[in-house]
């Protein structure tokens, strides 16, 4: 396994400069990750830094909080694809699936999946399994699948526990196999990444790439 391929190398952290992002972006170059995960400020320069290589250009959405309306999250997507954003990590609205308002919940997972997908773009859904129930998730992943989102991401890293190997089974076994599972937050080690690989994550979102890649 190349586990190189699996990892959106991350850097979130407020106050980050255009040389951390610089840096980022080379590592990913020579290492081979999937994608760099900037914050939106940063996406045109990712883009231009990344557009020799296959290393794609990840950016967040309504990050972290999720709270922002459905049309300001829309907007962000605009503009972060429109600055050369190929993959869009958005966060739901946590508050509306802790309020049981399942029909908003609705209309914003395929808002934001229609916003990508008119421009070809890639949507990961984050949906912060550890502030849900098992009831919670499964009612999100439900809804995913039916708007069809390209991933279903764990966490932001910044609310709650992240990813473990427990919850990614448990989204393998309810979404369907075309959907895939990005796990994120605490992801430090290679053995731990590993671990979440075999459980059925497909992308592993770390600030911590080069140590997870050297072992």
């Known amino acids: ?51 020799d290589s296959r290393v794609k250009v990840a950016t967040v959405i309504g990050f ?25 990590d958005a966060v ?20 934001l ?24 998730i499964r009612q999100v992943c439900e809804l995913s699948a039916v708007a069809d989102v390209d991933y279903v991401k764990t966490s932001t890293g910044m609310n709650g526990p992240g990813a473990n190997p427990e919850v990614v089974k448990l989204l393998r076994e309810i979404l369907p196999k075309r959907i895939k599972i990005k796990a994120s937050g605490g992801i430090r080690d290679r053995a731990f990444a590993e671990q979440l690989i075999e459980a059925g994550a497909d992308r592993i979102g770390t600030s911590s790439g080069i140590q997870i890649v050297k072992g």
């Open 1 to 51: 396994m190349d586990i190189a391929q699996t990892i959106d190398h991350t850097i979130l952290k407020p106050g980050i400069t255009s040389e951390d992002v610089k840096a980022k972006c080379q590592e990913a170059k020579d290492n081979g990750f999937a994608a760099v995960c900037i914050p939106p400020y940063f996406a045109h320069e990712a883009a231009s830094l990344l557009e």
């Open 64 to 88: 972290p909080m999720g709270y922002s309306v459905v049309s300001a999250k829309v907007e962000e997507i605009k503009k972060a694809v429109n600055d050369g954003a190929e993959e869009l």
């Open 92 to 111: 739901i609205n946590l508050c509306a699936v802790k309020s049981g308002n399942w029909n908003y919940i609705r209309n914003e997972i395929e808002s």
């Open 113 to 136: 999946t229609t916003a990508c997908h008119m421009k070809g773009r890639i949507l990961k859904l984050i949906i912060e399994t550890g502030m849900l129930t098992e009831d919670e």
